[in-house]
């Protein structure tokens, strides 16, 4: 006779609240950007306090790394892997859109559905298709940095993927001659990618509007990937490697197989958020796939907490206002009200540091934590009469 | 076939150390056998070699007829030989029944695409796999921690949430690593019972490890001794009982006969 237990909230299976909020807050974001602000009714008070706090462009940037960020987080919240060159994958992926979306195969006259005049030179293909072909060239990258490297455990995997985090760059920085082909422009990057249709206009480099419901659709897709995988078969053994990779394998979790699938589901975030990037800032430039981004996007993934894809979505937010748009504007607040000239963006990466200390010192698993992890750390273990009730505090 | 898994001179040697010294070992169908031994037999080390995490440096394992020497630790786990640790090795921050579910990882199809668009197939695959798990913790009497993560269990029911995982690879083989340590003698008395019921019910060979000798007597069929890695005995409860070289092994020589 089969005991009947209910599901406990953290453990059911369906979730579909969160769409419904989630929408509801793109939508008011977008209606925000899209209509408020270009209405000549707004008082220029509120016009000048958004330019200069939140303005289009750094909401869009953030989302681009909300992207990245989920990415990592199933490599790393998920199956616990150290993944130190995650830029790889964003670079791959903006080249994808620099090849494939932008006149730099000029010899070529490619069009598939694209924005473009059919007799412009170069590969034409549709965004939506790039976006794709993007996610799946990274995915296959992915398997093939992770099948030589996956082999290794822990501090080893993290010094091997610093390496390939470099190498792919560099590669592209120095890509003008690849063995004799020219694959990126070297340091002059691509310039100038295709513009995204959307059936009834082309997206243009300044149609922050609508770019912006574009990234919220691509961080809502990422949602419900990370989610839904999250909770299935494959969810589990991620889960069960991150906890104990050998009792994992005695029971029968193929290790290689597990962990490559992470890196390739990973890896295709990547994509994506490489092909929305290039087409956020309208090219593809070798110089910005640098090594710190793969630590800024792994300190996202660690202050929003690990594992939770609403805390990474946060941790990436805050992370990438405060670089981006955020400090500056504090700065220029704080000189003008008390007539100093303190230079306050070149403070960031001294800020990011403290703000890992601390999380580190005082709240380690990250603002808004997986509820897992938040037990472990702070529950040490239930005393005598809750284990014998079954109730947690 | 009357043996599920034989191993043949199996010989392992970390450096110059012979660890294990070509022993050979069978487990016959639906039984229950014991591995018995001092501190540093080679016990443990032997069960690493039967579930594929050390490689024998000679000799050959044959499960249901196949050599499975060089199969991965994945592999011989998904063909059913299914194992508990020494020290508890459960996914602590797992509930109770996603332990299980993730045993039954092989036993699954669902893969990338299916799981991401939730197909009926991988929902009915989902929801079978459930229903099996609450049936294995029911039938190990776990069946209402269900959602309960497994570090917060008390340690005998982490032990049996152990043997449901175990159980849940619909093993051929199982083979327990001293189950009843850290066990009083009412616990030891109750983990007899179920592994009598266990073969009695299940198409099922059980291998212990065991240094609780109630236990060993009580349930096996035949018992092993290693000693420094060599078979010295091998037979019924009573002949181990009785026989000279396992006492001389756990006791030592008696002046008499040095």
């Known amino acids: 006779m089969s005991t009947k237990v209910t599901k406990p909230n953290n453990v059911a299976r369906s979730n579909r609240k969160w769409i419904i909020g989630y929408s509801i807050a793109g939508g008011i974001l977008f209606a925000i950007y899209q209509f408020l602000l270009p209405w000549e009714g707004l008082p220029l008070g509120i016009y000048d306090a958004v330019y200069r706090w939140m303005p289009p462009a750094a909401v869009n940037e953030s989302l681009v790394y909300v992207i990245m960020a989920l990415g990592l987080n199933i490599v790393v919240g998920y199956a616990g892997l150290l993944d130190l060159g995650y830029v790889a994958f964003w670079a791959i992926g903006g080249y994808c859109a620099g090849w494939f979306m932008s006149e730099f195969f000029y010899f070529l006259n490619i069009h598939f559905f694209g924005s473009v005049a059919a007799q412009a030179p170069g590969i034409h293909i549709n965004f939506w298709m790039v976006l794709i072909i993007g996610g799946f060239v990274c995915a296959l990258f992915g398997v093939l940095i992770g099948a030589p490297t996956l082999r290794l455990k822990s501090d080893y995997l993290a010094l091997v993927t610093l390496g390939f985090g470099e190498i792919i760059p560099q590669v592209f920085f120095n890509g003008e001659n690849f063995f004799g082909y020219n694959i990126s422009n070297g340091t002059k990057g691509i310039v100038q990618v295709d513009p995204i249709p959307i059936g009834v206009k082309n997206l243009g480099p300044f149609d922050f509007g609508w770019k912006l419901l574009i990234f919220i659709l691509l961080t809502v897709i990422m949602v419900f990937i990370s989610l839904r995988l999250r909770r299935g078969r494959l969810g589990r053994a991620w889960l069960a490697i991150r906890e104990d990779e050998l009792a994992a394998s005695m029971m029968g979790v193929p290790l290689m197989r597990t962990k490559l699938a992470s890196y390739a589901v990973g890896a295709f975030a990547g994509g994506l958020g490489g092909v929305a990037f290039a087409t956020h800032v309208n090219g593809v430039y070798a110089e910005r796939f640098n090594f710190a981004i793969s630590i800024f996007l792994l300190a996202m993934v660690v202050l929003g907490g690990m594992g939770n894809v609403w805390g990474v979505i946060l941790g990436a937010f805050i992370l990438s206002w405060v670089n981006g748009n955020g400090l500056s504007a504090f700065g220029a607040f704080y000189n003008e009200r008390f007539g100093t000239d303190v230079d306050f963006a070149s403070f960031t990466f001294l800020l990011f540091g403290l703000v890992l200390i601390l999380m580190m010192l005082f709240k380690r698993e990250g603002l808004l934590p997986e509820s897992r992890l938040k037990m472990v750390l702070h529950v040490e273990e239930l005393d005598e009469a809750e284990s014998s009730t079954g109730k947690k505090k | ?258």
Not at chain 2, 29 to 44: Q, W, Y
Not at chain 2, 121 to 130: D, L, S, T, V
């Open chain 2, 1 to 258: 076939m009357s043996n599920v898994l034989e191993a043949k001179s199996v010989s392992v040697a970390f450096g110059g150390l012979l660890a294990v010294n070509s022993v050979d070992f069978t487990i016959p169908r639906r039984s229950v056998v014991s591995l018995i031994g001092p501190n540093g037999a080679g016990k443990t080390t032997f069960f690493n070699v039967l579930t594929g995490l050390y490689k024998p440096s000679a000799g050959t394992i044959d499960y249901e007829g196949r050599d499975i020497t060089d199969l991965p630790p994945h592999k011989i786990a998904s063909i059913g030989i299914a194992r508990t640790f020494q020290n508890i090795r459960l996914f602590g921050l797992m509930t109770a029944e996603e332990n299980l579910m993730v045993a039954m990882h092989s036993r699954l199809k669902s893969g990338i695409t299916s799981t991401i668009l939730r197909t009926p197939k991988q929902r009915r695959e989902e929801q079978g796999a459930e229903d099996r798990a609450q049936e294995l913790l029911d039938y190990v009497g776990l069946g209402k921690w269900t959602y309960e993560f497994a570090r917060n269990l008390s340690y005998g029911d982490q032990r049996r949430l152990e043997v449901a995982r175990a159980l849940a690879l619909e093993p051929k083989v199982l083979l327990l690593d001293e189950p009843t340590a850290g066990m009083n003698p009412q616990e030891s008395q109750v983990f007899i019972d179920f592994v009598k019921r266990l073969v009695a019910e299940r198409d099922i060979s059980i291998m212990l490890i065991e240094h609780d000798m109630k236990v060993v007597m009580s349930v096996s069929e035949r018992v092993t001794v290693l000693d420094q890695g060599e078979k010295i005995a091998e037979g019924t409860p009573e002949q181990i009982k009785s026989n000279k070289r396992v006492i001389e092994a756990y006791l030592g020589k008696s002046k008499e006969s040095k």
